[in-house]
């Protein structure tokens, strides 16, 4: 009997220190208070459509609960000259008027605080990296386009012509790339890795991304990194 009562004097003084501590928590934002709250959030998968700013949004790449953001490609199109946007071909995408709007007008018409910076970008085009975990392809260096072998619908079947930016093949010059390049001649090796446009577009061979090089109307997909509790029902 006395045992007993030994036994359960030193269970309610654990469950006393566990509480107190727990308690103490509250007090200060450390590793063991998360591990007791730890935040579980919506699970999402690649192709998943959700709704962000009253507008529609394909999820790029799974997301499991672990995680507080998705990152999302936009199921419109948007239409650059609707938004005052004429110089894109003609200078690299860190300083043209395309970054300038998303990283501005864009992200504040959405608000700003929903969003995630990821790889330095909280709003940016569809880039190499993208290519090369979603899209199967083979590059034709002749014709500098992509042959696009394997592609998920909400990349390629959904609005098939808009412009992506991905790195400049590393053996063209300048001019093989832009319109004019003297207004970048002078700009230093950091920007020597700049971004070039390539636009997803279809014929009777199927779906490529050709290179853009001429002053043509550009349409582009938004990519964005936003917080899962940013999402609507």
Not at 39 to 65: L, Q
Not at 119 to 129: A, I, S
Not at 205 to 220: E, R
């Amino acid at each position: 009997m006395k045992k007993f009562i030994i036994f359960i004097v030193i269970i309610i003084i654990l469950g006393l220190g566990v509480f107190i501590g727990y308690k103490m928590l509250d007090k200060d934002d450390n590793s063991l208070k998360k591990i007791f709250n730890k935040e579980t959030y919506a699970e999402y998968k690649a192709g998943d459509r959700v709704i962000f700013g009253d507008t529609d949004w394909y999820v790029m790449y799974d997301s499991n609960k672990d995680s507080d953001y998705v990152t999302l490609i936009n199921d419109g199109i948007m239409y650059l000259y609707d938004e005052d946007i004429v110089n894109v071909l003609d200078t690299i995408y860190e300083i043209s008027d395309l970054r300038k709007y998303l990283e501005n007008d864009y992200l504040k018409e959405l608000g700003e605080d929903n969003f995630v910076e990821i790889h330095g970008y909280k709003v940016r085009l569809l880039n190499k990296d993208d290519m090369d975990s979603l899209i199967k392809y083979e590059y034709d260096e002749d014709n500098d386009e992509y042959k696009i072998l394997e592609c998920p619908d909400y990349i390629c079947d959904l609005n098939w012509s808009y412009a992506t930016m991905i790195d400049t093949n590393t053996n063209k010059e300048y001019v093989d790339a832009y319109n004019n390049v003297s207004d970048i001649e002078d700009l230093n090796d950091e920007y020597l890795l700049h971004l070039k446009y390539y636009n997803v577009n279809f014929d009777t061979k199927g779906f490529k991304l050709q290179s853009l090089v001429d002053d043509v109307t550009l349409f582009v997909r938004p990519v964005i990194n936003v917080y899962k509790n940013s999402l609507e029902e």
